[in-house]
């Protein structure tokens, strides 16, 4: 490199030459801001972010903080929260395909761990007749159980969600309200999120190639309706509202339970809140 | 300045110029209105799809006898779309679809398995004391909208929703003995003894048959599965006073 070999012989040194190169991509960005304005408008130079309040007359982001409680010593594992959801949001009706679902946790006498089955297992889908109707078999009616529970899943809507930290192209992100939300139309489809979630909460659509999971029924919530698996959920084991109302069915579940959440050693900070969880579950 | 440095300074210069104005053509107007993403995406989700569920108080609107039905009766906390499925926009985008295998819909919560909360009411299906040789739906005794059989409200036959410009039966005064002996009859007969829809309809049958009938269902010359068990106490008496009951009622 003759420039930083023999500075002196040349006609411009190395600190002429960055000097003029500085001067010349200021002159270049000047040429470029009337471009360059929107955006530069809505830079975050001092760290924070910009928050206006949601673009629609009837709800205020701002106001609202939502959260999700599940209570796992209600649910009967009835799956009715499981085809509301598809029929909802148009989630493909097979079997493997879903946004949220329940686990049943089995421990037979004898065994140490616990046997853990979900509505897509072969022996399920069975009893159900078809990968559109979910229900569970009653295989371990026989069998000598010591203890047996169902627990729902589904997207935690994290406070540090890990899907969002790894979207490469800004297409899932977090709400003012609380909700981790993916836009279909900026998504690429390389999957890196579904890879990312701690819980296993997303899929991917095969047939829009995007990823997709559970959005708390944003259009429903939106809207001062109810998600549609708590809606239909027949024995309230599935709890929804406000955490800014004190008075809400969530915020009353909080403060009347010891809750926990799933995987807190991942500092994901979910909030959905779970009453009734065993050592088995994560 | 020397001719390849200037060169390689334009040469960055169209490249920078080029990189803002395809960012500005490329990027989403609202992207960065509320944060490091496309705040439209927020609107349109927010927006669409159209509310499948709808909620008891949507049914409620055309369907207020057996809303109330519902209301008072122990499935309560169970809401009409969690059996009927979603409302979407009926009555307008057509008929809501009426569930057929009660045996399977009903099961799917209370079947008996390890598991479920002790205080989910559940049944054994081979064992529920249902008096079938096989298989019945579950309808055939219980209402879906209040179930409970000898609950507060009784057995309570569905709703059979009549027009409005129907004629009113007016009710018929009973003897507590004629309450307890047709309290197995009306969740399927009809407390008016009219509900053809689920079984035969009774009012104003000729006495001497209804008389036959029950006494044949008692022998089991006649076979039906439910008549044949409600019918097997019944003294000659008591025959004799539920045909005239029935008898005696206005017919449809």
Redesign the interface.
Known sequence: MSVTQDSKKD??GRRD?LR??AK??A???G??AV??E??AQ???TDGT????S???ED?D?TEHRWAYGIDA????????CVE?CK????VKKDAHHFRTWVE???YVEGEERARVDSHHDPQNIAAS?SEGEY??D?R??D?K?TK???VPKMCNQCQHPSCVQVCPV????R??DGVV?I????CIGCEYCVQACPYGARFFDEETRTSDKC?W????I??G?LP?CV??C???ARIFGDLNDPSSPVSKFIHENRVHVLKPETGNAPTCFYVGLDKEVS | ??AH?FRL?LL??TF??LA??A??YV?D?S?????????D???E?????????R?PDYCQACHSQRHAQWTAGAHQ???C??CH??AREHPVDGTMPKPADTI?LCT??H???????AA?PQIVIEEHPVPHDGPIQCLTCHNPHSPKLGGPEGPVAPVVETPATAVTVAPVLMSPRLVSLTTPCTPCHGADGRNAAMSAALAGSDRALLVRKLQEYRSGALEHAVMNAVTKSLSDDDIADLAEHYASLPGG
């Open positions: 006609k411009i030459f003029v190169s010349a991509l002159g270049a960005v040429g470029g471009f360059a929107s955006v809505n830079e975050h972010k910009a928050s206006t949601f673009p629609t709800y982001w010593t209600r649910c009967i594992g009835c799956l009715r509301a029929t909802e949001n148009g049943r946790y089995v007749g229900r569970f009653n371990y009616k069998e159980v047996a529970f169902f800004g297409a899932t992100f709400t003012e939300l836009d279909k139309e900026y959005t029924c944003y259009h429903r939106t809207k309706l549609a809606e239909v027949p024995v309230e | 300045m020397p440095i300074l960055l210069a920078l110029i803002v104005l960012r500005n990027l107007p992207y960065y209105q509320f944060g490091d993403y496309r705040g995406a927020v609107v989700m927010a927006a669409n799809p159209a509310p499948s569920f909620g906390g169970v809401k779309e969690v499925g979603a399977k799917v919560c079947e008996a398995m390890p598991g479920r909360p989910q």
